[in-house]
């Protein structure tokens, strides 16, 4: 069985980033443009890397200065990393908090309130 090529291991990265993470874009280095903020710094680095020898792929004499191993590493790391992300936990981490600093901010209004209230004798 013939190993797949760089630029087919990209795509299925770059479609398990859509996924789990919601990123749009076409290719992997688009995605990580778009939204490589969404993952840890040494990750990014990685991804980065995988993007940069898709791109040295297409010269032969640049092809070879690829580290296959660092390759294989990057894309494993990569690829572990992605398929423990939950989208539905961060879909409501992200509710929780707008619903957090909401209900904070309404508390404190409602603090203001009461504080205006009783200073100028109402209650």
Do not use: C
């Not at 980033?17 to 969404?38: E, F, I, Q, T, V």
């Not at 040295?56 to 398929?83: C, F, K, N, T």
């Not at 707008?98 to 504080?115: E, M, R």
Request: glycine content about 8%.
């Amino acid at each position: 069985m013939a190993e797949k090529s760089i630029t087919d291991r990209n795509a299925s990265l770059a479609a398990l980033m859509g996924a789990r993470l919601g990123m749009r874009g076409g290719s992997l280095g688009d995605k990580l443009r778009r939204g490589g903020r969404h993952l840890p710094r040494r990750l990014r680095a990685q991804a980065a890397y995988l993007a940069e020898v898709e791109s040295m792929s297409a010269h032969p004499r640049l092809a070879r200065q690829a580290d296959p191993v660092r390759i294989r590493q990057a894309e494993g790391d990569l690829r572990r990393y992605l398929r423990s992300v939950d989208p539905w936990d961060r879909r409501k981490g992200l509710i929780l908090n707008v619903l957090a600093a909401l209900s904070f901010n309404l508390l404190l209004l409602f603090g203001a309130a009461v504080a205006v209230m009783s200073w100028k004798g109402v209650l």
